[in-house]
């Protein structure tokens, strides 16, 4: 197999365009929350300022081995999950990353990976806020995982397909096709624990800035925050595009995506602007009642 | 005061060597303040050589300024009016933040009794290179009402850099607000290099330091 | 009110009676009766919040005197039982069976003025100063501003007027 360079340019472009498209998005969401708080807010380049600032630390201190791959696996599961997601279904085809049949059970794999190699690294910095964090994250994440399969799953038999391009292919041809309104059991139980993906304000317990100073991060600084900091704004781009690909009919030029993964990660900015904190307990048990029941409903109607 | 009552008065049990018994029944020894703590000086970290560079790394520390959240003495109800919509410092770049790790900026904010000193150390020394200081509030300059005080420092200078000094008791927000945009000017001049003058001059602010806290239990440098 | 401290005087032997304000008290006792006193307060009489417990050091008269505060909720009425130790063997009964938060009150006058309550729970742990060596600070006899001048690094201070003769000399300066 000849190695396609072309496709290899393409991917990176992407990845530039979506990582600042995260970081403009997280500057947006920031503004609104402050405009809610009657606030003037942060300047729309703080992002970029933070990152270059904290890059540019000179000094860094390490705990040990795993505390250097703990922000490496994070950012690897980040952008692993950009490579095998399509962001744009086009009749080139360009930018397609490198999806392939079946990249939607990698995919779900890739949402967790970033989290256990999180875990390990946090684990040995060894702050106890840490280890709080990572097992509040942790028992929460399973929680939201267990919808959002369902959820998956249920869609996989719907398409008889588990290819999120294929997804997207069938969706086409009006926004009656999209699974919003041809599966929508199924969309509401994803976006709800789309919110906990995200992990705002309802369910942000795991980093609760002001409870447990940080969560998992505490120790993390300088260039391994930067690596963190960028993949937080891959992540959440490309969280918002799977769930655009899965259930909003995909995209078919920029100017689309960016529409979507706004609206949709604003969906969790929206609720969390409105609704306080849920304590980790809370919100295990609530992932584990509406959205669970929604999901297996979807599956049964599919069946 | 009877003797043996000042025996063991410095000394906390934590930080003791002692032998712990694992798990699985096999004995090791401990010593904490070897084996919990790194006891490296600091270093110089000597600012980048091309102009362009460092001007623009400091326009973004500059811009970026992350208060380390600790608040010693009555000037710490002074910060958290900084983030409401009366002040709100997040226009300025400013954000407050939890661990003294990604922080930048210490606010000394008042009077400090030797047993905050002892925290504000630790905490300055946690955090990483380019690190300022502000001191807020008369009581740091020159010990403000409580000069004649047994138990609150006079001059914050001699334990740890001070970047910026703003006076009054209490200064209000907008002081601070002030304070904040100095201190802007004085990192985008590339003036505030206070960590590196911490690394050359440790001996002198070690002394200090020890002069007055007497429990030292603590290694010399902690990261 | 007057009812009751005519029938504690008798068995506890008040040596004098100050009514501060309609609604404290101050009674004197010996240093034996004081705990005494207290519980009795505490069990019959419905004194059951304890609010301080202080001490103020008379260096002249070479005592020191302790005050625990009572306060009666239903009556709204405080006493204040005051009570003198000597201040070359400040030694007193420790009370923290009664109320747990006194255990802390007697730390602190532990480490503050130097007075010892035997039994009292982690009465020799420091308190609010780590590591002193010095008299215990509070002791009228313990120089604090010459202490600060000795510890720590005072500033200069500038050149003060006084402001009446200041500004007459500069507004009129030929008078």
Known sequence: ?303 | MSEENNINKFENPYYKKRIVEGPDGEKFEVDPLKDYFCDEHPKVHKPSKIPVIENFLNWARAESLWVLGFGTGCGSIEIPPLMTPRFDAFRFGVQARPTPRQSNVFIISGYLAIKTLKRVIRSYEQMQNPKYVIALGSCTINGGMYFDSYNTINRLDYYIPVDIYIAGCMPRPEALLAGFNKLKELIKEGKAEKANEYAEKFEWYKANQKKIIKDWNMPDYNW | MKDLINKLSVGFEITDVVYQRKDITFLTVAKEKVIDLITHLRDYEGFSHFVLLSCVDWIEDNIFQLTYFLNNPEKKHDFAIRTNIDRNNPVMTSAHHLWKQIATYQRELKEMYGIDFPGSPRLNENFILEGWDNIPPMRRDFDTKQYAKDTFFPRERPQTNDPTEYMKSKLYPKE
């Open chain 1, 1 to 303: 197999m000849e190695f396609d360079f072309k496709k290899l340019g393409f991917t990176l472009l992407g990845l530039l365009i979506v990582l600042n498209w995260g970081l403009l998005m997280s500057a947006i969401m920031r503004k609104i929350n402050a405009r809610v708080a009657k606030r003037y807010g942060i300047p729309w380049y703080q992002p970029w300022v933070d990152l270059v600032k904290n890059y540019a630390i000179r000094s860094q201190i390490t705990h040990g081995i795993m505390f250097y791959l703990g922000p490496v696996f994070r950012f690897s599961g980040g952008v692993g999950l950009f490579l095998f997601m399509p962001m744009l279904i086009t009749a080139g085809g360009q930018w397609t990353n490198y999806s392939f049949q079946g990249d939607l059970v990698l995919i779900l794999y890739f949402q967790f990976f970033g989290m256990l190699g999180m875990a390990l690294g946090a684990g040995e910095g060894g702050h106890p806020y840490s280890a709080i964090g990572i097992s509040r994250g942790l028992s929460q994440f399973t929680a939201i995982e267990v919808p959002m399969t369902l959820a998956v799953i249920s869609l996989a038999i719907q398409y008889q397909t588990l290819s999120i391009a294929d997804i997207v292919k069938a969706q086409q041809g009006g926004i009656m096709n999209w699974t919003m309104w041809t599966n929508p059991v199924a969309t509401i139980a994803a976006m709800l624990s789309l919110l906990g993906a995200l992990a705002h304000a309802p369910f942000n317990l795991v980093r609760a800035p002001n409870e447990i100073p940080i969560g998992p991060p505490t120790e993390y600084h300088s260039t391994f925050l930067g690596v963190l900091q960028t993949n937080a704004a891959v992540l959440h781009v490309v969280e918002a595009a799977l769930f655009m690909n899965l259930f909003f009919g995909g995209a078919s030029n920029w100017f689309e995506f960016i529409v979507k993964t706004f609206l949709i990660y604003f969906w969790s900015v929206f609720v969390g602007t409105v609704f306080p904190r849920y304590r980790i307990e809370h919100s295990v048990s609530w992932f584990l009642k509406v959205p669970l029941v929604l999901g297996i409903i979807a599956i049964i109607i599919f069946m």
